[in-house]
């Protein structure tokens, strides 16, 4: 990490010394270290496949769409500005693809969100089936984020997720990409977001912000966001912290405990697969409010419910745009002192 | 049935066997040729003799890769898989005296997937230790257990049956628990996805592997044969027959569960192969081992690589879990076994 962005710094440093703030062209053969694998690039890719919402998303706001062969593993929708550019890119399958799929569109470059698309153990596809056909490979640094005290490969966080790893991912395929320029233009756009949220809310300690994801059912147990992913990043930015205390990413818990936990805001996800009556937020919000015993909770008797898409609760560019949506109905709330 | 005498049954035997061994070489050859991505026959052929050697020709790269290293290796492992979880059916249901023994009776899928969990989750040895070599451990501390309550497998079929349901339930528990309190969403997905049994991650390095240990345990069992056929008369008949009982039990468990192991930890816990194979097997060329176990052997491997075949084209882009495929494929044909072999009366 530090070496990289000594690295960036160094590149930022010759550009500007060069001329004046244009960032210098990608020269290939261009090595990349990602997630401990050194990665080599002969040239930019053309014909490039993103599997995972993220990886796409990210090659779309590059303004990549005319050099992606096809992607793949879409948990939500598309952000509505990316809709357009999405739309001229083949779809090969919104779950997991196979690996003959993949190749099938003769891909000279191939990024990955999750390791259970592109990992050691992935019923999908290794990095060594590509790397053996010289198609190089890349993968989310927020799938890898391995930390030394970490026993986890699958990247248990040992620390608060941050946006910094989607920068990182953005550097990375910009310089990949040859488009270092629209790279660092939007990392300065997605930055200055997350620094005008940070400013606008003032940490408070008993914030809490509890983030139901989704239900099989009212009596089931709830799936919640927890331990230190990216909900509990939003929260952070948002001047709180979670209302769910367990190291565990996706605890799931009983309403007994969640009215334990008590918190200030209930942030009630829209996750848009079909897969029960719950993942709507407007079910999710008229439970709350109709349930004898839950709508006691104070979160919801003082009507301080807010909506946010599923797809900010995975790392990536989706995170930051959930955190805005959520900061703007937070401001229309009547907060405690 | 041909009527006649012993030579005609020898006869209709070896036709049955190259029969067989035609159907699953065609069944391969299908495997390979068909797929999402539509490659042509010619450049199938080439790709095969390429990769082994026959010839030299210019393809283009992906398509070949897909063609060797991706198609014939998985229906090669399934072919394998198959063929051991059927072996193992066969054993168990001899040893064990009942027709509904199968390989995970004894739990050895549920320490797997216990010992594959453990893995991806608690990063138990992460990075030291694969997937595949958690669900090995794991399928081998089920299989000890089972061993220590049923004191090394020697006291009586029921009593092994039993320990086998307790280690599978102990099993299932902990996977349960550990998925539950650690698992992130990635995580379960990753859970799930391996418990299902998918030949999605197998390569040559695997067929490699399987090519021992299925042969093998098919030759030690073969050899064992006859002790497997007084088995069925009861532990004291074939102890009175001078079948040494305890060290044969003892041996073809282990030969099972090594077996199992391999292939749970390999492609994930497939089930119906192992209890329906046999009775198929049975059904076709009588309950006499030496016949019976190669015959299960070959008529597994076909079952599996048919239901491969089935899973990656039932939905285009997709696969089916191989589980669900077993049993819908399995389930009829088991019953047509059922209605065909009922008693008469």
Known sequence: ?337 | MIAGGPANGVLRLGLLAIGSCLVLGFAIAVATAIGDYTIDLGTVFLAITNGLGLSGAELPPIEESVVWDLRLSRALVAALAGAGLALCGAILQALLRNPLAEPFVLGISAGASTGAVCVIVLGVGAGSLSLSAGAFAGAFAAFGVVALLSNGATSGPNHTILAGVAASQLFNALTSYIVTTSGSAEQARNVMFWLLGSFGGVRWPDFQLLLVTVPLGLAICIYMARALDAFTFGDEDAAALGVPVGRIRLVLFAVTAVMTATIVSMVGAIGFVGLVVPHAARYVVGPMHMRLLPACAVIGAIFMVTADIVSRVIVAQQTIPIGVVTALVGVPFFALILYRARPQT
């Open chain 1, 1 to 337: 990490m530090t070496a990289r962005t000594f690295l960036a710094a160094g590149i930022l440093g010759l550009g500007l010394a060069g001329q004046g703030a244009q960032a210098d062209p990608t020269s290939y053969p261009l090595e990349i270290e990602n997630c401990g694998q050194t990665v080599t690039f002969e040239d930019a890719p053309d014909h490039a496949v993103a599997l995972g919402q993220n990886s796409a998303e990210i090659m779309l706001m590059l303004g990549l769409e005319d050099r992606m062969a096809a992607t793949a593993f879409w948990p939500n929708e598309v952000l509505p500005e990316l809709a357009e550019a999405n739309a001229g890119v083949e779809l090969l399958t919104v779950e997991f693809p196979t690996l003959e799929t993949v190749l099938s569109v003769q891909p000279d470059f191939v990024a990955a969100m999750l390791v259970t698309l592109m990992g050691p153990d992935s019923k999908v596809a290794k990095r060594e089936d590509f790397e053996a056909l010289g198609i190089p490979t890349y993968l989310s640094p927020s799938a890898c984020s391995v930390t030394a005290v970490s026993t986890d490969i699958y990247g248990a966080r040992a620390e608060l997720w941050t946006m910094d790893q989607v920068y990182e991912e953005i550097d990375d395929l910009s310089r990949i990409f040859d488009v270092v320029d629209r790279g660092e233009a939007v990392i300065e756009d997605l930055k200055t977001r997350e620094a005008a949220l940070r400013d606008r809310f003032e940490h408070h300690d008993d914030l809490t912000f509890l983030f139901w994801f989704s239900s099989p059912s009212p009596e089931d147990d709830a799936y919640l966001a927890g331990g230190n992913g990216p909900s509990s990043y939003i929260a952070d930015l948002l001047g709180g912290s979670n209302a769910i205390k367990t190291g565990s990413e996706w605890p799931t818990l009983g309403w007994e405990g969640i009215m334990a936990s008590d918190p200030t805001v209930i942030v009630a996800a829209q996750v848009d697969r079909e897969r029960w009556t719950l993942d709507e937020a407007e079910n999710k919000i008229a439970f709350l409010e109709s349930d004898p015993i839950v709508s006691q909770m104070e979160a919801v008797a003082t009507g301080r419910i807010v909506v946010m898409p599923g797809a900010a609760t995975n790392p990536g560019v989706q995170t930051l745009y959930g955190a805005e949506e959520v900061a703007s109905q937070l401001e229309a709330l009547d907060l405690p002192e």
